[in-house]
């Protein structure tokens, strides 16, 4: 098992940034902590090898042992994300290319290009080294590929490796000059060495080429990935394998799809609101997450079922049905820092608990952080860490020893976090929205997606991030904000879902275009006009600040349309301007379900309003409906137990009605528990 009983704490440790003296002092210190669980070796490839084929493991030997006899387990990391600079000045064909054609040099972290075949072969090597000499030493726990993949590359390798991945999807030139729609600009292939990578050009790109990229990058990191973890696992298949994920619209990879290729979904967060967006950004994460752990379980399920065998679980001791509640664990975070726009925020007191129970309340088997120590260079050298420049004297270290007090407290919570709100997220989506020739800039659909999390939020609901095609039993409500990518696949699972009896929630620009980015003519929404009973035959993007006023008192920004009802219903219009009177949300009854229609993005209040409403049509409820204003209310529920989270985001005292076990403190709540402001509660309820 990569985790014993306890919740995972700890982090980063970069042991080779420091002198051996430190060493027994971080354990030390970490055993004051209670930390359980260190990363080690991420970027510590020069000190490993600092020559080809030349082996440095002395210093991590006595490492391992160190935290070994220190009760501290350990997450060894292989070190591929930071090649040396030998490796560079070698293989200069492997330094990454932008899409300008300038090649990049040595100096930062990945400068690599995981397309050439020299890199991929040194990543193996040290790899296969690392696993030969620590696969079955008694402190490992985890193995931990890699970090962050993400980065991409235009080289000629890159170009090779793109046509043979295009060749595969295809089949062959016709279909995919379909596919990207060639004949427009005269951009016809009639050979495959016509086709390289969307490099810079002289107007706009492709959009089905820039699309394909994105998905070729998408599993080509992956490969790189599955060549090294196939390596480990064949070492010691007892020791589970995971890489970390790092979050952004940059990021080539599609996170649901490689969450069935690890052993555990590991994620990096750094939210960067320093207001209570902060949290909803943290709560989102957790559930985006949690929902990827969920998707890989159900398809292991699925396919397990059609082969009619017993589902191979990632950690080879899974039920034969899909994991209620998939273990995921938050592998980095900030402990004392929001990296905001132009600065780094300093968390206030008390901020760096709230966060990381928030994420354990989402399903995380804890909370890890990046860093142990606070390096006194680098290019890092002012990131947060659990023991600040400041040392073991200082607010943050005190705060991270009470943090792992806390988290020993909870080791007891199992189980599923309650949702009745599922939130459909697409990847391919996000990439293509992020295409120039659209009609306006401002089109995203993870602002979408956060936009929609943060009115559920606000309005108290349980919500599971779901993957087109996942399972929707138990779900009362399906929301999909501009999910712009539908298949006819995808059709057919919305279609269905609605027609059951579930009800549905789509924004503008859902269905607009097929799984090729091609738009699907006939009016907007596209492939779901006749689940949602309309039809769109003009947009209206709307200027930064600009913004459309609705009959009900609210407002819309972003997108309007000229909407046509063809049998929905108007819930409200707009009202005012070249739009007046028309309808701006619709609700359609259809099958046995019911389809709502967003045209505009809705003000902050009227959203929470609108998907309040839209909830509690379909039968769901709040987690805690008696919450007060500023109380984020999670419950996880295990076998006849629940544990209910609360979270005082307001700067005032909040008493809530809750009964049970208060876990940080053992008080007994018989009627209700006050909150103080920023303040957190575990409550193990009372059942019957």
């Not at 390289?196 to 706009?204: E, V």
């Not at 990131?383 to 007891?412: I, K, N, Q, Y």
């Not at 409403?613 to 709040?622: D, F, K």
């Amino acid at each position: 098992m990569w985790s014993d009983a306890r919740l995972c704490y700890g982090g980063d440790y970069n042991p080779e940034q420091w002198p051996a003296r430190v060493w027994a002092e971080d354990v030390a210190l970490m055993r004051r902590a209670r930390v359980n669980l260190v990363t080690v070796g991420v970027f510590a490839w020069s000190r490993l090898e600092p020559a080809p084929g030349r082996y440095t493991f002395d210093w991590l030997d006595q490492v391992l042992d160190l935290l070994h006899g220190g009760g501290i387990r350990v997450a060894l990391a292989t070190p591929t994300a930071s090649p040396p600079p030998w490796f560079s000045l070698a293989h200069p064909g492997a330094l990454p290319v932008t899409a300008d054609g300038v090649r990049l040099h040595h100096g930062s972290r990945d400068t690599y290009c995981a397309a050439t075949p020299a890199y991929r072969e040194a990543a193996l090597r040290i790899a296969g080294a690392l696993a030969d000499r620590y696969a079955h030493h008694p402190a490992l726990a985890l193995w931990h590929v890699h970090n962050e993949y993400g980065t991409t590359c235009h080289c000629e390798h890159t170009a090779r490796a793109y046509r043979r991945w295009l060749a595969d999807r295809h089949g062959d030139l016709a279909t995919l000059n379909d596919a990207w729609t060639t004949s427009f600009w005269s951009q016809h292939y009639s050979d495959w060495a016509q086709i390289s990578t969307p490099r810079a050009t002289q107007y706009l790109a492709n959009p089905g080429q820039l699309l394909d990229f994105r998905r070729f990058w998408s599993d080509t990191l992956l490969a790189a990935y599955a060549e090294q973890r196939d390596l480990l696992r064949a070492a010691n298949p007892a020791i589970p394998v995971t890489t970390n994920y790092v979050l952004g619209d940059w990021v080539p990879v599609d996170h649901a799809r490689w969450a069935g290729e690890v052993d555990l979904v590991a994620v990096d967060h750094y939210p960067s609101a320093v207001d209570v967006g902060a949290e909803e950004q943290t709560a989102l994460v957790g559930d985006l997450a949690r929902g990827w752990a969920r998707h890989a379980a159900a398809r292991r399920h699925a396919t397990a079922t059609a082969a009619g065998d017993p589902p191979a679980a990632p950690d080879r001791g899974a039920p034969a049905r899909p994991d209620p509640a998939p273990t995921w664990l938050l592998t980095e975070s900030a402990p004392n820092q929001i990296h905001t726009t132009g600065r780094m925020h300093t968390k206030e007191p008390g901020r760096m608990l709230r966060h990381s129970l928030a994420h354990v309340a989402r399903g995380s088997h804890g909370a890890m952080f990046f860093q142990w120590r606070a390096p006194a260079g680098g290019a890092e050298r002012f990131h947060s860490a659990l023991v600040p420049h400041a040392g073991p004297d200082s607010r943050v270290f005190r705060e991270a020893v009470d943090l792992g007090a806390a988290l020993e407290r909870l080791t007891e919570i199992r189980g599923t976090v309650e949702a009745s709100v599922a939130l459909a997220v697409d990847a391919a989506s996000g990439w293509a929205l992020r295409h120039p020739g659209l009609p306006s800039t401002r089109l995203d659909h993870h602002d979408e997606v956060a936009a929609a999390h943060r009115a559920l939020w606000h309005a108290g609901y349980g919500c599971d991030v779901v993957v087109p095609g996942d399972p929707l039993d138990g779900y009362r409500l399906l929301v999909l904000p501009a999910l712009y990518l539908v298949s006819d696949a995808t059709t057919g699972w919305v279609r269905e879902h609605v027609q059951r009896g579930g009800h549905l929630l789509a924004t503008y620009l859902s269905g607009a275009a097929d799984e090729h980015a091609r738009v699907r003519l006939g009016g907007y929404p596209g492939a779901l006009r006749d689940v949602l009973g309309v039809r769109a035959e003009e947009f209206h993007p709307l200027a930064d600040g600009d913004h459309v006023r609705l009959a009900d008192g609210g407002t819309g920004r972003i997108w309007a349309e000229t909407l046509h009802l063809a049998g929905a219903d108007v819930v409200t219009s707009y009202a005012g301007g070249l739009l007046d009177g028309r309808p701006a949300v619709t609700r359609h009854r259809s099958g046995a379900g019911t389809a709502w229609y967003v045209s505009t993005r809705p003000d902050d209040d009227t959203y929470r309003r609108l998907l309040d409403r839209a909830a509690q049509a379909a039968g769901a409820t709040p987690v805690h409906p008696d919450a007060p204003a500023g109380i984020e209310a999670v419950r996880r529920r295990g076998d006849g137990v629940s544990w209910l989270f609360l979270f005082n985001h307001t700067d005032r005292d909040r008493r809530v009605p809750a009964r049970g076990a208060e876990l940080l403190t053992g008080v007994r709540i018989d009627e209700a528990v006050t909150l103080p402001p920023g303040g957190v509660a575990v409550l193990r309820e009372r059942t019957g």
